[in-house]
């Protein structure tokens, strides 16, 4: 077993140029595949609610089911990072922040959380929360919990100003002591100027090859998605089909008494 990715590994693979690959998962099994393959950080991903449970956005998952699913995904990891998403209204104030960041370090293993917007709530609730030795994973660009505010998947930071606005956001939460920034949907160039401009290291998703990192929603990665794909997903591999062809073909052997064999039992 190698050792585990550290907030400092972090920091170093940025110095050396080495790119940070991060995967979302929700479960023990996929866990154990990601973490197989070197992936440096696993997202239990608040997109839990969509992918997983079937909801329209993000916002109605719950601290409960977010704890359940990273205590499953913990279970299968030894080397990666385990990041766990606050989810939708558990950080408003900096006291819910620190009780539901705990949570997650103490109930379910979770090395790191994650948290959207650089505004000053959320300035403060990672200050609170580094000074309690709890690593925090930002999150600027198009922010999943604020869908109703921003009015749909838009790329976030095309104007001048708006650009202004994230790259100052983008400081304020490396200064309040992020140990990364999650950069999503926002122009390759000032995802480019936002990396060269921090010391912590960005991964990015729908912003651009200049990143110092890459995450992914492993079912759009593979291709298990039911529903709404976005433009920027990665399809590496075709799961969905592989899925439906093998279980009719399970199904065509059960009906044709093909399966099981009648020696299997014997
Ligand atoms: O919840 C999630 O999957 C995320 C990624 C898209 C970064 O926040």
Redesign the pocket.
């Known amino acids: 077993m190698s050792k585990a990715v550290s907030v400092p590994d972090l920091k170093r693979m940025k110095q050396r140029g080495e790119l940070i690959v991060a995967v979302?998962a929700y479960d023990y099994s996929t866990a154990v595949l990601l973490d197989q393959v070197n992936v440096d950080l696993i997202?239990v991903?608040?997109?839990?609610a969509t992918v997983m449970l079937g909801h329209p956005n993000?916002l109605p998952v719950n601290m409960e089911e977010m704890l359940h699913h990273t205590r499953a995904v913990a279970r299968g990891v030894q080397r990666a990072m385990v990041v766990a998403?606050l989810p939708f209204m558990s950080y408003y104030t900096v006291e819910a922040a620190l009780e539901n960041a705990g949570r997650f370090l103490k109930e379910a293993r979770a090395a790191a959380v994650?948290l959207e917007g650089g505004k000053p709530p959320q300035l403060a609730a990672v200050t609170a929360l580094v000074a309690q030795g709890i690593p925090v994973v930002a999150?600027l660009g198009f922010t999943?919990q604020s869908i109703h505010a921003l009015g749909g998947y838009y790329v976030q930071g095309k104007s001048l100003e708006s650009a202004k606005q994230l790259q100052a956001e983008a400081e304020l939460l490396a200064k309040a002591g992020a140990c990364a920034l999650?950069l999503?949907l926002v122009p390759p160039t000032l995802a480019a100027a936002i990396s060269s401009d921090l010391e912590i290291p960005t991964i990015g998703?729908g912003a651009g090859p200049y990143c110092d990192g890459q995450?992914q929603?492993f079912h759009d990665l593979v291709g298990l998605g039911a529903d709404y794909v976005p433009k920027h997903a990665a399809r590496y591999a075709e799961l969905r089909r592989e899925i439906c062809q093998a279980v009719e073909r399970y199904a065509a052997d059960v009906r044709a008494r093909r399966f099981p064999e009648a020696e299997v039992m014997t």
């Open positions: 979302t997202l991903g608040d997109s839990l993000t998403d994650k999150h999943p999650v999503e998703i995450i929603v």
